[in-house]
């Protein structure tokens, strides 16, 4: 059975960091491109940041980069996305995906992965 699973999330104080972990199972990364994703209430998903499994290219959006590290552990079936410099703007329920299709070029544009998690969520408020 496909499935990714995403772990990491919590409250923290602005300023603070959290690592995201998404475990696979089901099937191997290394051929996929795995994407985190966000969602805020009220809000539309929004591609946060992506990588490669195959070549370890990556994207960041604008809003993260500099914050945000995405890494794979193909080893270990694993993707994190460590987040630092936590804004309370960074609150939302985060998803990863993973999609064949963006193995070579991994954007966040959402027709392109086929599995997703259900996500955690990540709350920054003093």
């Known amino acids: 059975q496909v499935q990714l699973v995403e772990s990491g999330g919590g409250l923290v104080q602005p300023g603070g960091s959290l690592r995201l972990s998404c475990a696979a199972s089901?099937?191997?990364?290394?051929?996929?491109?795995i994407g985190w994703f966000r969602q805020a209430p009220g809000k539309e998903r929004e591609g946060v940041s992506c990588?490669?499994?195959?070549?370890?290219?990556?994207y960041y959006a604008d809003s993260v980069k500099g914050r945000f590290t995405i890494s794979s552990d193909n080893a270990k079936n694993t993707v994190y996305l460590q987040m630092n410099s936590l804004k309370p703007e960074d609150t939302a329920r985060y998803y990863c995906?993973?999609?064949?299709?963006?193995?070579?070029?991994?954007?966040?544009?959402?027709?392109?992965?086929?599995?997703w998690g259900q996500g955690t969520q990540v709350t920054v408020s003093s």
């Open positions: 990588i490669s499994s195959s070549d370890g290219s990556t």
């Open positions: 089901g099937f191997t990364l290394d051929y996929y491109a």
């Open positions: 995906a993973a999609g064949i299709r963006a193995t070579f070029h991994p954007v966040p544009e959402e027709t392109l992965y086929d599995y």
